[in-house]
């Protein structure tokens, strides 16, 4: 059971939110206290930041970045968001990055995606668009990981959105094995992210759970650019350039992973030729990719290379 002591008991005891309040403290112990919770903050385990909140919960109000860091040690580490949120609204400081990530990752634990929405609206920082399966699973997540920030949602919504552009008709046929290597030709042709997802399925956990592969709109994708383990009937593959993304419908066939299709499949027939032959010692060229995406291709069937 986490550890529970009277936070409003702070508030009752310290009203005084003028920063002129330090004269009435000895500066080196609250300096002493301030420092100890930001080095807790660090690692971010509960335990330790516990005992570095309740050391510094006398000075509460006294100090903006002390009180900044209470909000952060609250809400994201001692994972009560409630009462992180209004201590962090309490001493508002809209333009401090500290601030900032505190705030927004706090509301990102209470997965509530409305306020999560004008949280971003209020501090500027941009909005996520991101469906409400992927919040209430970053959610549950998040509570679970005091490691987690609204860095990481707004990344994970970044490879939904690129997953999620995946044309669901108008692939043509391209039909080579890829190489070993794959995933690391790619970057070195010129990705710059690149996803892996499949259609959701009913085994699937709920969002809400936090668990299994992460929830977009058109299906589940996994963590990091790889073959899953077990294989997939079928994948796809969602690469970005800086120019325009690709993507590759990929399946087993007698033990090897075959592209089979592409909706731009010339491209991806080229692609996959290249990133052989970076197998067989030629340069990489990483604007390969995104200059070749910029051309205007029609679609036609590739001569695979051997």
């Known amino acids: 059971m986490r550890p529970r002591w009277p936070f409003m008991l702070f508030l009752a005891g310290h009203a005084c939110t003028d920063d002129t309040a330090l004269q009435t ?41 002390l009180d900044h860091l209470l909000g952060d040690a609250f809400a994201n580490v001692l994972m009560r968001p409630a009462e992180g949120i209004a201590l962090l609204r309490t001493r508002p400081a809209p333009g401090v990055p500290e601030w900032t990530t505190a705030l927004e990752s706090a509301v990102l634990r209470t997965g509530n995606a409305a306020a999560l929405e004008v949280t971003l609206r209020e501090t500027g920082t941009g909005p996520i668009p991101a469906p409400e399966a992927l919040v209430e699973w970053m959610s549950a997540r998040a509570l679970r990981d005091p490691h987690i920030s609204i860095a990481d949602h707004r990344a994970a919504a970044a490879d939904c959105a690129l997953f999620d552009a995946h044309p669901s008709r108008g692939r043509r046929t391209v039909d080579q094995p890829t190489p070993p290597g794959f995933f690391d030709a790619l970057f070195q042709l010129g990705a710059t992210r690149v996803v892996v997802g499949r259609a959701a399925v009913p085994p699937d956990p709920a969002p809400d759970s936090g668990r299994g592969l992460q929830p977009c709109r058109t299906g589940r994708i996994w963590s990091e650019a790889a073959w899953p383990d077990p294989m997939f009937r079928h994948v796809t593959v969602a690469i970005a350039s800086q120019t325009q993304p690709l993507f590759l419908s990929v399946r087993p066939e007698n033990g090897q992973l075959w592209v089979f299709g592409s909706t731009r499949n010339v491209v991806a027939g080229e692609l996959v030729a290249r990133a052989r032959a970076l197998r067989k010692g030629v340069e990489p060229d990483p604007d390969w990719l995104p200059s070749r995406l910029a051309e205007d291709q029609p679609n036609a069937n590739p001569t695979p290379e051997n």
């Open 25 to 65: 403290q000895p500066p080196a112990e609250l300096v002493s206290v301030r420092q100890s919770l930001a080095d807790a903050l660090v690692e971010r385990d509960p335990q330790a930041v516990s005992t570095a909140a309740r050391a510094a919960g006398p000075y509460q109000g006294q100090d903006l970045e």
